[in-house]
């Protein structure tokens, strides 16, 4: 470390930060940095760190040395060899008050832990929340998912030439962002870029909360260190130039760093024989863990598990020697592509399966060119059949015969291995998906939140992060004495459950037999969310690349205390019910590229953003040989050059969209702003008439679009608070920026009573959000900002009230009672004839459904759900699958609330109950409810919905959405939902018929 | 809504059921269980200490509904499950807010999840201070409550005390007998026939004197360290993982303010209530009269507290007040605007340094909480506050990182190993 200032330690002192997944050491002598040290720990804490200073051994023998610990797993070290700790980010200040005290900031990236320290105008020290990992450890994941190293990725990442927007709150919901991308051909250069954008929206947004980072900005740890790509995305966003932006020589050693200082100044000094016996001795010492019973208690017991599952396997042929028809079955899933080929009497004779590698298309070229040179030339291809992620792009890239959506491909193929299946579990890299099974047909229908996929991916990605493959990995797990305890929440938290589990010590062992026992407990009662094996069902079959892992399949198995069915090609069970599908079709040719076609087949891919309306979609266009186009990543049909044919069908979505801002407003002497967002989207007739009667020129903001957020993601101060809340912030500063001298967003603990439910609350945020805007953002305090607390069930209260209100904070515009009683009278009749006009629409639209034949389809969630950014287009993309969209106020008064076993005190939440009992009560009505991530009282809405549904046998489906949706995902739920509809109505139809 | 359907508490069961309460406050609980006990209840806190209370919870609970929902849940789950009740003879009391917070909703996932579980039929009785749902079998009487006011004070007094003397105790352990020695003395006192208020202040005063007379050095100040949230998480040992013990080992000293905080905010919000919507004027004189006289009480003990030589707990009425130029009284979700009149409060009573826990994703507390931190700091500039999210899958280690690192701020490190030395005996 060259050109560093001299460091105030006169002997000896020894650094030691123990990270999440490096350990760094430094040694101090005279104030030089006598020696220095980086390395990977591979969870083995305290070994390293034993091993690091017998490394450096030559230069401490025989000497006194000062030392302390610091770091997120160097705490029980520190603890159990009773040497000084001191807290990493504390360490860090430490360090750069020393050596660069014209610093103002310091960001500091880490394996696990994202930290901001602010020393202008009174030190600052934050850390990331604990459900924002994702730093260091995502920048890995997400180098895993493109197939590259950190050095390429960083490489890439220079030659960008645009930026796709990735969600920033955890690696989970980046990587579902990221791998439609990838699926849909986006250049992997800019991905990379993006995925540091990513990184830089997140700290900003998750740690500086309003405040400003400027000034001399120092850059530390890991992969700040190391990236390039990184650097420049964060110099870029934070408008640095060179002379402010500090990359120091020392950036992976801070901490270490600071704990030599700290150590130093503890004046406790002592051998250094001394400190290595202590830390040798804390080596073999346990603390106690949480530990779940051993998943096989001997070797005889596995034997007997392995001999069992080893019966239930496919029958194979050989390829070469086969002759007559064949069928291919391609599924192109989210991290992995795989291909069944199989003969006429369904013996498989060719498989493949392997990562997508961030290019599918590239692959299924070369697998097809494989199977097509090793086939006889008696045997004839004659259908093929493609499910998963990458359906549409690689049904349009080689014109396979039959695309199909998952759940069916599954299906298919679970039933080939258990006629009677009545409950499907598929855990593969990203989902869960699991369906049941009633009277031949799938029942309904379950997959993962954005949230909760802890799945496949993960224990890959973890096992890589130790040094393991994940077979090596998985066989550690089966013999582990006693698995730890991790917990079943995201990977992220399971991430600090294992950070915690190696600072206790525990084995590789124990902590990924810990990690499947994880897995299997989340997708249980988080995802299928079952209290006990018999609400899963009899006949269990799973599949998918996770249960290929053993340890995973006995904790499934133990877990819910039944024998399962899971197949030998188990993660290869989509593509061969493709191809089982293809078979189905009983075609005489396949409209499959042959194989000459195929020799010269070419791909290309180049992003672009839709101008066809507001939502500016990132889209990819693919290119093949053929000069055929494929366009992939549009929320509705526009941008793929699509035009429907006919009358559109009814959206209410769109509609009240329209009814909304069909508002007229008169000049007038002072500029008052609503923000359109929460309680707005359906208060605004009220508030518009209101301030309209009394004389203001009424500035109502725009839909939202992800700008609109950005603009105001300085100033929120929970990130872990609902998208449509966040999100008010933009409205807040566009609405200053469009010069308005007051704002106003009431403060509504109880919302419209609608006599339906016990009380008529507001949730929380909604009611009290304008108390956070106020507190938070610092350019509300240049104009007036208006929250009054009103009662908007009495208009004689109400207009009391705003009076009241207005007499004390807007005393100059003299308003008197009288106008403001008037006022008051308007804007609610306004409000009146508003919801009216919607009911109104709800009912058109479920008339022109059945004069049409349509099927209704209840987007069922709440008003601010119409904004075009925090619904994602779902309600266009339901239209163009064929659904009329109703919205839940427009057909809540069409049926009563059926008694409901929660206490119904939301206005807003009661209509969900109603809205599912019109659904329940009618045949041609499906709901599929939206619930916004971080929304506490969905958690008891859902339930009950669901419940209303069942009980008339009706499918539940809910769409998890937040900052950014994956529409992909959405649409296969959607198509699952109509597969399933239409195999009811096809089984309801048989039965008829006899 | 379904009123017929829920399972009452009925006069028959009154004889031989064990009603069980779930932990969150033990002395509290154990003080106010011992009440219902002299009136015929055959009532019992659980301990909390069981290892599956977060797995059963985590299975019958939604599991984005809040963590104190799921470990209430798990409690009651555990113990129907344990083997140590007959499930046909036991019934379970809550005491629950109401509200708009989705925390109003937990008798109900409660019942959910007893259906899930398979004893559909066993009773819960929910107890808040807004009024409860009638069952034949309990009644609450008017002496009764007032037992139970004292339990909550006596409770809050002990907490204090121990708070206070436990960072500077000279003995190990002295503080927590004589606390325990306490809690013992007053769980027969409460219910003596000499029950009266006038003892009741003749006991705060004993009790006072008692702790102020235990061997203590406090020739080295400890950083003070509030704890504010979330009302389960904040109390619960169960639901903050020992916070208190945490920050008693750490070198600091933990400031609580008290259950009856919580009590005033409660009712106090109905009077404001009544300011702010309108409504009956009879109600809010009645809400109003209750008020000033659990202050009055409270302020009694306060006093006592200041006299024998401790800190005194905040003035209610002061927060209450100061609060409004921060965050309006109408937010009243949840904890609402106490939780930000507790660190306004904690903030002038010179502690400054204020952990704010909560469950993740605690829906008030993203307003009156981490929404009110800006703020505060704006206009106290020397403020250490943390905000830390409790869970069942967030950690130990990540939770107690990020206090350490706020402790860190909270003394220079050069007399935090002086601390580490053990004083002198």
């Known amino acids: ?994 | 809504m379904e009123d017929k359907k829920r399972v009452l508490f009925t006069e028959e069961m009154r004889k031989d059921y064990t009603i069980l309460v779930p932990t969150m406050l033990p002395i509290h609980f154990r003080l106010i269980c011992r009440v219902l006990n002299h009136y015929g209840y055959k009532a019992e806190v659980m301990d909390g200490k069981s290892e599956k209370i977060k797995e059963y919870g985590l299975k019958y609970v939604h599991n984005d509904a809040c963590y104190p929902a799921l470990l209430v849940i798990g409690q009651m789950i555990d113990a129907l499950e344990s083997g140590k009740y007959d499930p046909h003879k036991v019934a379970f009391l809550y005491f629950q807010t109401g509200g708009g917070c989705r925390a109003s909703n937990y008798i109900f996932l409660m019942r959910k999840a007893f259906e899930k579980a398979g004893y559909p039929y066993v009773p819960i009785i929910s107890m808040s201070l807004t009024g409860l749902e009638s069952n034949p079998g309990f009644k609450l009487t008017l002496p009764m409550l007032v037992k139970g006011i004292s339990g909550v004070l006596y409770g809050d007094l002990l907490m204090d005390l121990k708070n206070q003397c436990r960072p500077y105790e000279t003995v190990p352990g002295a503080t927590e007998s004589l606390a325990q020695e306490w809690e013992d003395r007053l769980y027969d006192d409460i219910v003596s026939k000499r029950f009266s208020y006038r003892r009741i202040k003749k006991n705060y005063r004993r009790i006072a004197r008692s702790f102020a007379e235990l061997p203590m050095d406090r020739s080295v100040k400890k950083p003070k360290v509030g704890i504010v949230g979330e009302i389960f998480v904040k109390f619960s040992p169960l639901g903050n993982n020992n916070l208190e013990e945490f920050l008693i080992s750490e070198g600091a000293q933990p400031v609580l303010p008290g259950l009856m905080e919580f009590c005033l905010y409660c009712v106090y919000n109905m009077v404001a209530d009544v300011d702010l919507y309108g409504g009956s004027k009879f109600k809010r004189r009645i809400m109003n009269f209750v008020y000033k006289f659990l202050l009055k009480k409270q302020g009694d003990m306060n006093r006592i507290i200041a006299e024998e030589g401790f800190d005194p707990p905040l003035d209610f009425e002061e927060a209450r007040q100061g609060v409004q130029e921060i965050i309006g009284i109408g937010v009243k979700m949840g904890e609402g605007w106490l939780l930000t009149a507790e660190m306004l409060s904690l903030i002038k009573d010179g502690v400054n340094n204020i952990i704010c826990t909560q469950p993740f994703g605690c829906l008030p507390n993203h307003i009156c909480g981490k929404g009110m931190m800006k703020p505060l700091k704006e206009k106290y500039p020397q403020v250490n506050l943390v905000a830390v999210d409790y869970d069942p899958g967030a950690t130990k280690i990540n939770q107690e990182n990020r206090i350490k690192l706020m402790l860190s701020n909270a003394k220079p490190p050069e007399e935090k190993a002086a601390e580490k030395e053990p004083a002198l005996v």
């Open chain 1, 1 to 994: 470390m060259e050109n560093m200032k001299e460091l105030p330690i006169k002997n000896t002192a020894v650094g030691i930060d123990i990270g999440s997944t490096t350990a760094k050491l430094v040694i101090v002598e005279n104030g030089q940095v006598l020696y220095a040290k980086y390395e990977r720990h591979y969870s083995q804490v305290r070994q390293k760190t034993v091993a690091m200073l017998a490394d450096a051994a030559h230069l401490l023998k025989g000497k006194t040395v000062s030392v302390a610990i610091a770091g997120s797993a160097g705490l029980g070290t520190a603890l159990s060899a009773d040497l000084p700790f001191v807290q990493e980010v504390f360490a860090t200040a430490e360090t750069v008050r020393t050596l660069a005290p014209e610093t103002d900031a310091v960001i500091e990236l880490g394996g696990e832990d994202a930290k901001i320290i602010f020393f202008d105008g009174g030190l600052d020290e934050r850390m990331n929340g604990s459900c924002a990992g994702g730093t260091g450890a995502f920048i890995d994941q997400m180098a895993t998912l493109l197939d590259v190293t950190n050095d390429e990725m960083d490489e890439l990442s220079l030659a960008y030439s645009r930026i796709y927007p990735i969600a920033s709150r955890c690696g989970v919901f980046a990587k579902t962002d990221i791998q439609p991308l990838l699926n849909q051909g986006a250049r992997k250069e800019d991905i990379a870029a993006s995925i540091y954008q990513a990184v830089v929206n997140q700290t900003i947004a998750g740690l500086a909360q309003g405040r400003k980072i400027g000034g001399n900005v120092m850059f530390l740890g890991g992969p700040l260190y190391y990236c390039k790509g990184l650097r420049a995305r964060f110099m870029k966003t934070l408008k640095l130039d060179e002379e402010h932006a500090a990359f120091p020589p020392y950036a992976l050693y801070a901490v270490s760093l600071g704990a030599a200082l700290y150590g130093d100044k503890q004046k406790k000094p002592l051998a250094f024989e001394e400190l290595f016996q202590r830390l040798q001795n804390s080596v073999g010492e346990k603390e106690e863990l949480s530990t779940t019973p051993p998943l096989f208690a001997n070797e005889e017991e596995y034997e007997v598990f392995s001999a069992r599952h080893g019966k239930a396997t496919a029958e194979f042929g050989v390829l070469e020697d086969y002759r007559g028809k064949a069928y291919l079955g391609i599924d192109c899933g989210s991290t992995t592509t795989k291909l069944v080929l199989i003969s006429e009497d369904n013996k498989i004779l060719y498989t493949y399966y392997d990562s997508n590698k961030g290019n599918p298309v590239q692959i299924v070229k070369e697998q097809l060119g494989i199977i097509y040179s090793r086939m006889h030339e008696d045997a004839k291809i004659c259908g093929s059949g493609v499910t998963g992620y990458g359906e549409e792009l690689i049904c349009h890239a080689f014109h396979t015969d039959a695309g199909l959506v998952e759940t069916m491909a599954h299906y298919s193929a679970a039933k080939y291995f258990n006629p009677k299946v009545d409950f499907i579990l598929d855990i593969g890299g990203q989902d869960i998906k699991c369906f049941k099974v009633h009277n031949d047909s799938i029942d309904s229908i379950i997959l993962n939140e954005a949230c909760s996929s802890g799945c496949g991916s993960f224990i890959e990605t973890f096992a890589r992060s130790m040094g393991y493959t994940v077979e090596e990995f998985a066989k550690k797990g089966l013999f582990g004495n006693a698995p730890v305890d991790l917990g079943t929440r995201c990977t992220v938290f399971m991430n600090s459950s294992v950070k915690q589990a190696q600072k206790d010590g525990a084995s590789v062992e124990n902590i990924s037999a810990g990690l499947s026992v994880s897995v299997v407990k989340n997708a249980i009662y988080k995802v299928i969310r079952a209290a006990n094996a018999d609400e899963l069902g009899k006949e269990i079959v799973v599949q998918g690349g996770t249960f290929m892992n053993d340890a995973v399949l006995r904790s499934f198995e133990k877990e819910i205390g039944r024998n399962v069915i899971r197949p030998k090609i188990a993660p290869l069970m989509g593509a061969f019910g493709a191809a089982l599908h293809a078979k189905s079709l009983n075609l005489e040719t396949s409209s499959l590229l042959s194989k000459e076609e195929i020799q010269v087949f070419t791909h290309t891919a180049k992003g672009i953003t839709c101008g066809g309306c507001g939502n500016r979609c990132h889209m990819t266009v693919n290119t093949f040989g053929t000069g055929e186009k494929y366009i992939s990543g549009n929320q509705c049909e526009k941008g793929a050059g699509i035009r429907t044919e006919g009358e559109p069908l009814p959206n209410l979505y769109a509609r009240k969209r329209e009814l909304l801002v069909s508002r007229e407003s008169k000049p007038g002497k002072k500029k008052l702003g609503l923000p359109l967002a929460l309680g707005t989207f359906e208060l605004l007739p009220l508030w518009h008439g209101i301030f309209t009667a009394l004389g203001y020129e009424v500035v109502v903001s725009e839909f939202s679009t992800r700008k609109t957020y950005m603009k105001g993601q300085y100033s929120i101060p929970s990130d872990t608070a609902c998208y449509p809340a966040k999100i008010m912030h933009g409205h807040m500063e566009e609405l200053i920026e469009k010069g308005c001298d007051i704002l106003f967003y009431p403060a509504l603990t109880y919302n419209m009573d609608e006599h339906n439910s016990d009380n008529h609350y507001n949730c929380p945020v909604v009611a009290y959000y304008a108390e956070l805007l106020n507190g938070n953002m610092e350019s509300v305090k240049d104009v007036k900002f208006f929250f009054p607390y009103l009662n908007v069930n009495d208009e004689k209260a109400c207009a009391k009230e705003l009076y009241a209100y207005l007499q004390k904070h807007a005393p100059e515009e003299n308003h008197t009672k009288k106008d403001c009683k008037k006022a008051v009278a308007k804007g609610m009749a306004d409000y009146r004839a508003h919801m009216a006009a919607v009911r109104a629409e709800g009912e058109k639209a479920v008339d022109f459904a059945r004069k049409h034949g349509k099927k209704i389809l209840i987007l069922a969630g709440r008003p601010y759900h119409i904004d075009p950014e925090i619904c994602h287009g779902i309600d266009k993309l339901a239209v163009s699958l064929g659904f009329v969209v109703v919205s839940e106020d427009s057909i809540a008064h069409l049926a009563k609330v059926p008694p409901v076993q929660v206490l119904n005190q939301w206005t807003y939440h009661s209509r969900l109950y109603a809205a599912a009992q019109f659904a329940a009560e009618n045949k041609d009505v499906e709901l599929v409810q939206m619930v916004s991530f971080g929304c506490g009282v969905d958690a008891i809405t859902t339930d009950e919905v669901r419940a209303i549904l069942e009980k008339q046998g009706k499918l539940y489906t809910q769409l998890k959405i937040d900052e950014i949706t994956n529409l992909g995902a959405v649409r296969i739920r959607l198509r699952s939902m109509l597969g399933a509809l239409e195999e009811r109505a096809r089984k309801e139809g048989n039965q008829n018929g006899r």
